[in-house]
């Protein structure tokens, strides 16, 4: 059965940066593609980042430049550096792993 556990978000000024993690059991992460998503108040679930098994990344056009996606085979999970952030990057974050399995969620709020 597969499970994945977010954590790392948090309440955090603009400009500031938050790490999220991804621990994964059940499945092994290096053989999928991983993804986080996110969803803020009102609006649909949307793509942030995927990494795919060989490590090719990919970014929403909102986060590029600002958020890296990375994932640690040896310990089976996934993180999101989020830097530079901006009140509209306030959501909950949700790691995927490919076909369908969901986290959670972890609330990231960017606020003063």
């Known amino acids: 059965q597969v499970q994945l556990v977010e954590s790392g978000g948090g309440l955090v000024q603009p400009g500031g940066s938050l790490r999220l993690s991804c621990a994964a059991s059940g499945s092994t992460l290096s053989l999928k593609i991983m993804g986080w998503y996110r969803q803020a108040p009102g609006k649909q679930r949307e793509l942030v980042a995927t990494?795919?098994?060989?490590?090719?990344?990919n970014y929403a056009d909102s986060v590029k430049g600002r958020f890296t996606i990375s994932k640690d085979n040896a310990k089976n999970t996934l993180y999101l550096q989020m830097n530079s952030l901006k009140p509209e990057d306030t959501a909950v974050y949700y790691c995927?792993?490919?076909?369908?399995?969901w986290g959670q969620g972890t609330q990231v709020t960017v606020s003063s």
């Open positions: 990494i795919a098994s060989g490590g090719r990344t």
């Open positions: 995927n792993m490919w076909p369908g399995y």
